[in-house]
């Protein structure tokens, strides 16, 4: 038995891998003793990692490429073995702005550059009014909500930085915020989502996977130097996290996933709503309408778990196109070595072959390359890339 590890984790439904294998006794098979701890924000999920205070942690995926290169805060590198969520997020508005949004729909609701399109004429009414910008929220500056939002926005015309605001909040805080009044919207990942629409103030306008086909959303996280002198324990916590992934995504087994999630100490939301989080059968208004996505959230099929360079690069892409980070072939290299397919496989044992290579997907522009970041880029209008 090794000493207790001590691994942070925020309430959401991508961090179920970590938390069914503990409480399913996965890490425990392995040898290990681990002790789970629930945190609030993102920023201190980082800096008990960065510090020493975490072993691993649940981690957004770009948080970890920026305390790689130093951006935002110190310089910590990290190293994710384990992809604990692809996909999962979704963006929700309030009831008011939902109905200003599709009185300005021409066609396809669930259409991501109709809407848009919308929201940019819904934007340009109100600033010719004299109203208020609208108010998105999303968790984390260095946050797949933020990168998704953006790109949502600037494909309709919406300057994210001139034309709306953009304001960070925790998880858990995004509902109460959207009824009493403060953001009008926001970006998050499961349940806060379905919480929102289950206390009728909210409408799920797109699920992420509209937006982008597979979008790294968090990893299992570990300083480099850690992982790199405890080879034994990082390949023990990858088995353990992918049984529990597997386990999830049996249909069978997910009524009792959610059970475990639901409790107070975990994610502490209703199981039912986990588990339709867990089937991609969402509520997405107030009124009761379904939306079902075999895409919703990927934790461990379709070879989710799987961390992919290629994911790394286009967060660091999108990095450079909001004016967080600076072009070069070092920093891309940095980026992307943070995402270690190397150890996934070597701790299960596999051959090195991925069943999604590459593979993005998003809604508008161009395919992404990451061996040309620059052209990728170029071909926006709308950004904030430094000179």
Known sequence: MTRPLCIGFIPLVDAAALILAVDKGFTEAEGLEVTLVREVSWSNVRDKLNIGLFDAAHLLAPVAIASSLGIGHVKV???????????????????SLHAAIMSEIENGRTDPMATARALARVVATRRKDGADPLTFAMTFPFSTHNYQLRFWMAAGGVDPDEDVRLVVLPPPYMVDSLANGH??????????????????????????????????????????????????????????????????????????????????????????????????RLKISPEGALRESSSYLLLGREDAARPDPVQAAWLYAQMIRWGQSSLSPEALRTAMAVFRPDLYDAALVRNGESAAPGRIGAFTGPAFESNDVAAYLASFVIGRQKS
Do not use: M, Y
């Open 77 to 95: 590198p990290i190293a994710a073995p384990f992809n604990l969520g692809l996909n999962g997020n979704a963006i929700t508005v309030s009831t």
């Open 183 to 280: 953001v009008d919207a926001f970006c998050v990942g499961a349940p806060w989502n379905s919480v929102a629409v289950d206390l009728g103030v909210g409408h799920i306008l797109h699920f992420v996977s509209d937006i982008l086909e597979r979008a790294a959303e968090k990893v299992l996280a570990l300083r480099q130097d850690w992982s790199e002198k405890n080879p034994q324990i990082v390949a023990a916590l990858v088995r353990a996290a992918f049984r529990a992934a597997e386990f999830i995504e049996q249909p069978e087994n997910r009524a009792e996933a959610a059970r475990i999630l639901a409790r107070p100490e975990r994610i502490g939301v209703d199981a039912e709503i986990i588990q339709r989080t867990l089937d991609g």
